[in-house]
């Protein structure tokens, strides 16, 4: 009797323990997840990027990672998207980036994804520079696209093969003179993203092709040295 007693004490600790690890480990998850996705695109991107350019490999102020909010604003642009569109994507096997012919899509992803500006590159071919935002978050982006049977594999090389050079350019800080004519530092850390979208053509009704609709952001955020 004293064995079945302490037997069943042991299963209910048990059961407790397990409850308590579980609810733990959501609320972590729920943390740590925020903004986030589990896609992986943003990191083998960013591998392939590193591999094309040992520079961007050695900045330890640049992380790649999936961002769920992206992923959001992706897949509600491409509700936008006009079907005729989406067929003439489905015929690159080259990406290409989306322009004023998808203009409501570009409208649509640059507000949700609160982008500061289309495009991954300024005119000086850069991502960042100037110093009207320095001293705040700012985030750019550019979304592309290419034939769905394209492999993500090889769309995302194609992609970093784009990109890489303008990575290099990022600062890891910059200066600006105050009101009272002090000169302020601030350190800069990046987050490149990625998210992917395959959205099928139904213009046709006997074809059944796709295009691939890809995002990038890059997101500086400074801090006061």
Same mark, same amino acid.
Request: contains cysteine; proline residues 0%.
């Given at each position: 009797?004293?064995?079945?007693?302490?037997?069943?004490?042991?299963?209910?600790?048990?059961?407790?323990?397990?409850?308590?690890?579980?609810?733990?480990?959501?609320?972590?998850?729920?943390?740590?997840?925020?903004?986030?996705?589990?896609?992986?695109?943003? &990191?083998?991107?960013?591998?392939? +990027?590193? *591999?094309?350019?040992? =520079?961007?490999?050695?900045?330890?102020?640049?992380?790649?990672?999936?961002?769920?909010? /992206?992923?959001?604003?992706?897949?509600?642009?491409?509700?936008?998207?006009?079907?005729?569109? &989406?067929?003439?994507?489905?015929?690159?096997?080259?990406?290409?980036?989306?322009?004023?012919?998808?203009?409501? &899509? +570009?409208?649509?992803?640059?507000?949700?994804? *609160?982008?500061?500006?289309?495009?991954?590159?300024?005119?000086?071919?850069?991502?960042?520079?100037?110093?009207?935002?320095?001293?705040? =978050?700012?985030?750019?982006?550019?979304?592309?696209?290419?034939?769905?049977?394209?492999?993500?594999?090889?769309?995302?090389?194609?992609?970093? /093969?784009?990109?890489?050079?303008?990575?290099?350019?990022?600062?890891?800080?910059?200066?600006?003179?105050?009101? /009272?004519?002090?000169?302020?530092?601030?350190?800069?850390?990046? =987050?490149?993203?990625?998210?992917?979208?395959?959205?099928?053509?139904?213009?046709?009704?006997?074809?059944?092709?796709?295009?691939?609709?890809?995002?990038?952001?890059? =997101?500086?955020?400074?801090?006061?040295?």
């Amino acid at each position: 009797i004293a064995s079945l007693m302490l037997a069943g004490v042991m299963a209910v600790s048990m059961l407790a323990g397990c409850n308590t690890a579980s609810n733990g480990g959501n609320n972590g998850g729920e943390g740590e997840g925020e903004g986030t996705t589990t896609t992986g695109y943003s &990191v083998a991107f960013g591998e392939k +990027v590193e *591999k094309l350019n040992p =520079t961007v490999k050695g900045m330890d102020n640049v992380t790649f990672a999936d961002n769920a909010n /992206d992923q959001a604003a992706l897949e509600d642009a491409l509700n936008n998207a006009g079907a005729w569109d &989406v067929l003439y994507g489905t015929r690159n096997s080259s990406i290409e980036l989306l322009d004023n012919e998808q203009a409501n &899509v +570009v409208n649509d992803f640059e507000d949700a994804a *609160k982008l500061d500006r289309y495009g991954i590159a300024n005119r000086n071919n850069e991502v960042f520079n100037g110093t009207s935002t320095i001293n705040r =978050t700012t985030k750019v982006g550019s979304v592309y696209y290419v034939d769905g049977a394209v492999s993500m594999d090889k769309v995302l090389n194609q992609v970093a /093969d784009h990109l890489d050079n303008f990575f290099e350019t990022l600062q890891e800080d910059g200066s600006i003179t105050d009101r /009272d004519g002090n000169e302020v530092t601030y350190d800069f850390d990046y =987050t490149i993203s990625v998210s992917a979208v395959n959205k099928t053509s139904d213009v046709i009704d006997w074809y059944n092709g796709s295009v691939n609709v890809i995002a990038v952001t890059v =997101t500086r955020t400074a801090t006061a040295d």
